[in-house]
């Protein structure tokens, strides 16, 4: 199956003869209390062109939400007089995919670029709640953040479950042009069966911090393509079973709890980077091994299949510690992984005891 996403033009030919001023892609032009070129004829939805919150630079919000909110604006200023100002969408947004759920706000990395705008791109993978408690489902986070002071600047999330109120985590952050510092601080309602009691927003937020205060280096992976061998050293850190399912070809294979009785195998004039599955495992790889006697670098967040090609004509790269920064991801050699599907809850019907609903394990522990 092929899906082709074209994209889409906003229907202004009605403006345009009416003479009104048009912006790109032939958007209406508004100003900030949804009038056009013409102050007797408003705008709003689809249709109209109205300057980033973000970026500053014009575009389109092609969402139902944002069109909704600005037709009751328009209603006050019409009736009263242009008492209301528009702020601009940031775009937020969530889809179904089969059994994939996806969000995205703010803006993307082609959009930095695209704008001139510097920035530095995150990746962790987490679950939708604790660990611990039954069905907990993978989570991948996304953000790009400013690389002084740490503005979040948009985010993505794909996963099964719980994609929807992290989104809304993150669109908070984003409307009131908060970092990622407010990132680690932003309070969620926290029980096992729906987060972690540091949720994975919470954690998208530290991640970002280690690599602005320069606690750990980065290296993504079309670095890894153009990096010379002779002087560098590939190791992943993962189990010797996870090793023999596939790896970056060249790479060294030290399990991270093995790592510290091993360093003698590990060059010193060279530069070390380090991977795993997710980043978690080269992440304690980097803090234990001796700053002092080897440049260490992790792939972050890890080892991700299958890997697209890289794209062409890449700009707008942030130089940090010595490397340089821009997609975060890198593929082995292995086969596609198959997605896990949500499992059937474990819970057995809810027995009555004097009319009175208790769950199964409080039944048992009576």
């Known amino acids: 199956m092929v899906i082709l996403s074209i994209g889409v033009r906003p229907d202004s030919k ?38 980033n919150p973000i970026t500053g630079v014009e575009s389109h919000t092609y969402l139902a939400g944002p069109a909704n909110k600005q037709g009751r604006l328009v209603a006050d200023n019409i009736v009263n007089g242009n008492v209301k100002t528009y702020k601009g969408s940031i775009s937020t947004a969530i889809a179904k995919v089969f ?5 995205a706000t703010g803006v993307s990395e082609k959009v930095l670029r695209k704008a001139g705008i510097p920035y530095i791109s995150s990746i962790i993978h987490a679950s939708s709640h604790a660990g611990y408690y039954p069905d907990a489902l993978p989570l991948t986070i996304k953000i790009v953040f400013n690389p002084t002071d740490g503005k979040l600047l948009g985010g993505q999330i794909v996963g099964f479950d719980g994609v929807d109120k992290r989104t809304d985590m ?19 309602a926290y029980a096992p069966p729906f987060s972690s009691a540091k949720d994975p927003v919470n ?43 596939g790896s970056i070809e060249g790479s060294l294979n030290i399990p991270v709890d093995d790592l510290r009785a091993r360093l003698a195998e590990i060059p010193q004039n ?22 002092a006697d080897l440049m260490t670098f992790g792939i972050y967040p890890g080892v991700t299949l299958p890997m697209n090609p890289p794209p062409k004509n890449r700009a707008t790269k942030m130089s940090f510690p010595e490397i340089t920064l821009a997609k975060t991801t890198i593929s082995i050699r292995a086969r596609k992984p198959q ?25 048992r522990m009576r």
């Open 14 to 51: 009605l403006a345009e003869d009416a003479g009104l001023e048009l912006g790109i892609n032939r958007g209406i032009k508004v100003n900030d209390y949804l009038q056009t070129s013409d102050p007797e004829i408003y705008a709003l939805g689809d249709a109209i062109v109205f300057p």
């Open 99 to 103: 059994d994939l759920t996806v969000g």
């Open 170 to 188: 993150l669109a908070h952050i984003l409307k009131h042009g908060e970092t990622i510092y407010d990132m680690q601080e932003i309070e969620h």
């Open 203 to 245: 954690m998208a937020g530290l991640v970002a911090d280690n690599i602005i205060n320069g606690m750990v280096r980065i290296i993504h992976w079309d670095e890894i393509r153009n990096l010379d061998m002779q002087d560098a050293v590939l190791i992943d850190v993962r189990t010797d079973e996870e090793y023999a399912l």
């Open 270 to 291: 060279k530069k070390v980077i380090v991977f795993c599955g997710t980043g978690h495992r080269s992440y304690f790889a980097i803090v234990s091994l001796p700053k």
């Open 339 to 363: 997605l896990p599907k949500p499992r059937a809850r474990r819970w057995k019907p809810m027995p009555v005891v004097c009319n009175v609903p208790v769950p199964s394990c409080v039944s």
